[in-house]
């Protein structure tokens, strides 16, 4: 059986962000949690400086980092891949990424019928 469609992905610039990171803080984790201001990036904390809560989702992992979305917002991005990439810029007053002068961005692309039909499965927090 073919490996899973991942839900979550990172450009080549997302991953050395997060190994530069990694490299600094440990090991990592992401949130997406949607709304406005820093709620719309992707969050880089690290790992367990976050509290997951029963209303989020585990989507897959980052380079090893794991990566959660709300529940609510993934109910509008579950059928797009989502694309992490790293662009100029200061990340989210909390994310770890804010003082690396580059920032977390999402992207995001549809999936194909072949994709979805392979797509992998997601579990509550």
């Not at 990171?21 to 949130?31: E, I, N, Q």
């Not at 959660?68 to 509008?76: H, P, R």
Request: aromatic share 10%.
């Amino acid at each position: 059986m073919p490996e899973h469609t991942p839900r979550v992905v990172a450009t080549d610039e997302a991953r050395h962000l997060i190994n530069t990171l990694r490299a600094k803080h440990g090991p990592l984790m992401f949130h997406q949690s949607g709304g406005c201001c820093d709620g719309s990036s992707p969050m880089c904390y690290p790992q367990g400086e976050f509290m997951v809560g029963g209303s989020d989702v585990l989507l897959g992992e980052l380079e090893g980092c794991p990566f959660y979305m709300g529940e609510d917002q993934f109910a509008y991005w579950e059928h797009t891949q989502l694309v992490i990439d790293a662009v100029p810029g200061r990340g989210g007053a909390f994310s770890l990424d804010s003082a690396e002068g580059r920032r977390f961005l999402l992207r995001s692309r549809l999936y194909s019928d072949e994709e979805w039909a392979n797509i992998a499965p997601v579990t509550k927090g």
